[in-house]
């Protein structure tokens, strides 16, 4: 089985669309381990596409370590590998001047619409069943060049504060403080992605480009989940950055990230980001 992390881009571009969206379901949660994936005729009609199409990209899929092929059981989502053992890290501070960057670059709005919350929203944002939530996509320029992709989810009650033209124009975090909410805490987990078809065009990358993914997860001061985030940046033009101390003595001497300081209003600087 070939490492996971490693993708086997199939040949054509159909088959390359099948498998990125594909992909994107399984690393993403939406489609869990031990799911059975329709077969190939039903997966051809979803896609519109041809049977010869869909194998090719279940073939990559397979090499990639992603599903189980069976003849006679069908074809299975695997568990990722090593199990739940993932590596996690704390980054007290995702990007030095997450203000500035929402000031200097432009945002423009791809859609808007409200809808059933889907179930890893769902799941993160604490909402129940049937859940409406607000999503919008939009797409972060610097001087003219595309490098972030942003797609936010908003729990319906919340969002109605706030109209498709206000989030053209003004950072999400602003109209949801405008509209009452205090925000709490939030949870960020940075990890590895390829560009779909659709973010690729958005993007302006080949189908398959690497991106970083990033995730976020917002609460309020009661820990009601109030923006689900997720953001694929272009690794040519975004890096993550952090200082760090050395501290402790002897055996114990380790690094440590230098918290950003506190304002006087009680909270890290900067507090918001572009998103």
Same mark, same amino acid.
């Given at each position: 089985?070939r490492?996971?992390?490693?993708?086997?881009?199939?040949?054509?571009?159909?088959? &390359?669309?099948?498998?990125?969206?594909? &992909?994107?379901?399984?690393?993403?949660?939406?489609?869990?381990?031990?799911?059975?994936l329709?077969?190939e005729?039903?997966l051809?009609?979803?896609?519109?596409?041809?049977?010869?199409?869909?194998?090719r990209?279940?073939?990559?899929?397979?090499?990639?370590?992603l599903?189980? &092929? +069976?003849?006679?059981?069908?074809?299975?989502?695997r568990?990722?590998?090593?199990?739940?053992?993932?590596?996690a890290?704390?980054?007290?501070?995702?990007?030095?001047?997450?203000?500035?960057m929402?000031q200097?670059?432009?945002?423009?709005?791809?859609?808007?619409s409200?809808?059933?919350?889907?179930?890893?929203v769902?799941?993160?944002?604490?909402?129940?069943?049937?859940? &409406?939530?607000?999503?919008?996509?939009?797409v +972060?320029?610097?001087?003219?060049?595309?490098?972030?992709?942003?797609?936010?989810?908003?729990?319906?009650?919340?969002?109605?504060?706030y109209?498709?033209?206000?989030?053209?124009?003004?950072?999400?975090?602003?109209?949801?403080? +405008?509209?009452g909410?205090?925000?709490g805490?939030?949870?960020q987990?940075?990890?590895?992605?390829?560009?779909?078809p659709?973010?690729?065009?958005?993007?302006?990358?080949?189908?398959?480009?690497?991106?970083?993914?990033?995730?976020?997860?917002?609460?309020?001061?009661?820990g009601?989940?109030?923006?689900?985030?997720?953001a694929?940046? +272009?690794?040519d033009?975004?890096r993550?950055?952090?200082?760090?101390?050395?501290?402790?003595?002897?055996?114990?001497?380790?690094?440590?990230?230098?918290i950003?300081?506190?304002?006087?209003?009680?909270t890290?600087?900067?507090?918001?980001?572009?998103?």
């Amino acid at each position: 089985m070939r490492d996971a992390g490693k993708a086997t881009l199939p040949e054509g571009g159909k088959a &390359r669309r099948v498998y990125l969206l594909l &992909r994107d379901d399984i690393t993403g949660g939406v489609l869990s381990p031990g799911t059975a994936l329709p077969g190939e005729q039903r997966l051809a009609a979803q896609f519109g596409v041809s049977r010869v199409t869909v194998r090719r990209a279940l073939e990559a899929l397979d090499s990639d370590g992603l599903i189980d &092929r +069976r003849v006679g059981s069908g074809t299975m989502v695997r568990p990722a590998a090593g199990g739940d053992g993932v590596i996690a890290a704390d980054m007290t501070t995702l990007i030095p001047q997450l203000v500035e960057m929402g000031q200097s670059t432009q945002a423009r709005l791809l859609s808007f619409s409200y809808g059933e919350a889907p179930g890893p929203v769902r799941a993160a944002l604490g909402l129940e069943v049937g859940a &409406r939530v607000q999503t919008a996509i939009r797409v +972060r320029s610097s001087e003219g060049q595309a490098f972030s992709h942003l797609t936010t989810h908003v729990p319906e009650e919340i969002a109605r504060h706030y109209s498709e033209n206000d989030l053209a124009t003004t950072p999400l975090f602003r109209l949801l403080e +405008r509209g009452g909410v205090q925000i709490g805490t939030g949870h960020q987990s940075v990890t590895a992605a390829l560009a779909a078809p659709d973010v690729a065009d958005a993007l302006g990358v080949s189908v398959g480009s690497a991106l970083l993914s990033v995730r976020r997860v917002v609460r309020d001061a009661d820990g009601r989940g109030v923006e689900y985030l997720s953001a694929l940046y +272009r690794s040519d033009m975004f890096r993550l950055e952090m200082d760090l101390a050395r501290v402790g003595d002897g055996e114990a001497r380790h690094w440590e990230p230098v918290i950003a300081p506190v304002s006087e209003a009680g909270t890290q600087e900067p507090d918001e980001g572009p998103a």
